[in-house]
């Protein structure tokens, strides 16, 4: 080989290494699906009691609620009290539906509730639960409010099978635990889908998030979490955000086309496992990992274009230097070999 081309050679294989990550593509990459029209839940409306503006009910007034038709049940396992088909347009700054100081079992399902006016400086809930335990909430159909369903201080409550969009929080839970959600639907929420706050073993699983305008999923001060078999696509920032969360699980989720990462991880959370997720096209990358001994595997990463490493690259001072260097060099060991070869051309 003639000497003279050996520092072309490594130039160009210095460039090649430098920026072939940005053009890695695969050509079968899933398309995601519209979930919002072809996957949005079959809840039947409610009908039966529509003459409501609000209910609120504790341990004291239970039986009172039964008395008047429209509760049903005696509060056991076996027996819960049951609300259901019930149209609630609240107003006045109440919630629908606001239960609280209560551990009876009992069921809200197939209901329709809303705010009568526009929602967004008015923090009330469709259901908003506050130290409460044992309850269920199920099939309803929740839209254009505050929070969609509100937990505070809680635990052992079910939340499946329910509707919610165009709410400014999907979900919201803080200082609870043991709750599973499954099977929800939650879509163009103005902030986040879910939003969590100081909890343990919680379940998210099986629930469509998506379109929001914040977060999919946030979390913060949370642990022994497990988020599984969920679609978190298209929201407007990180599919999911994990700040100061420790001892988690997100397995097995498909997380695609969000503004940001599909998984963001602060620098205080740590010892969480991140497995067997497909990540498809979300705008800054996979994952962003700055917790210590997190452990990820056996992840999916679709798409990985220029335009997505670069905004990756700029996060980061030192790599952003770093980068920056390496160019620098091979630019003006570029110019030097050019300059060089002109002037052996000129003898």
């Known amino acids: 080989m003639n000497r003279k081309k050996i520092p072309y050679l490594v130039i160009c294989t210095g460039i090649i290494l430098l920026v072939s990550p940005l053009f890695t593509y695969d050509s079968n990459i899933p398309i995601i699906p519209d ?4 996957n949005e839940l079959a809840i039947e409306p409610s009908a039966s009691w529509s003459n409501f503006s609000f209910i609120q009910l504790s341990n004291a007034n ?24 019930m149209t609630i347009e609240s107003e ?45 909430v199920e099939d309803n159909n929740i839209e254009n409010i505050y929070y969609g369903i509100n937990l505070k201080d809680s635990s052992r409550c079910n939340i499946k099978d329910n509707n919610i969009k165009k709410c400014q929080y999907g979900i919201s839970v803080s200082n609870s635990n043991n709750i599973d959600f499954k099977n929800n639907e939650i879509t163009n929420s103005d902030k986040s889908g879910f939003f969590l706050s100081d909890c343990a073993e919680l379940e998210v699983k099986k629930n469509s998030i998506l379109e929001n305008g914040g977060h999919g999923i946030y979390l913060t001060k949370c642990e022994d979490l497990k ?70 595997e056996d992840n999916t990463c679709y798409g990985n274009y220029l335009f997505y490493f670069l905004v990756w690259l700029m996060l980061d001072l030192y790599r952003f230097i770093f980068f920056i260097i390496i160019l620098i060099i091979l630019i003006v060991l570029t110019i030097i070999l050019i300059r060089r070869r002109k002037k052996s051309k000129t003898k």
């Open 35 to 38: 979930y919002p029209a072809q």
């Open 62 to 85: 239970w039986s009172n609620a039964v008395s008047l038709g429209w509760c049903k049940g005696s509060g056991t396992e076996e027996d819960p009290y049951i609300i259901e088909n």
């Open 92 to 136: 006045n700054f109440r919630s629908c539906i606001f239960i609280r100081d209560s551990d009876v079992h009992f069921i809200i399902r197939n209901c329709t509730l809303t705010y009568k006016e526009e929602s967004e400086d008015k923090l009330v809930s469709a259901v908003e639960m506050a130290n409460v335990h044992n309850g269920t």
């Open 227 to 296: 988020i599984s078999d969920n679609k978190i696509n298209r929201n407007t920032d990180q599919g999911i955000d994990m700040e100061n969360c420790d001892d988690c699980e997100i397995l097995d989720n498909e997380i695609g086309e969000n503004g940001a990462f599909g998984i963001f991880i602060s620098s205080n959370s740590d010892n969480n496992l991140i497995s067997g997720n497909t990540f498809q096209n979300n705008y800054l990358g996979c994952i962003d990992n700055r917790g210590t001994n997190n452990k990820i």
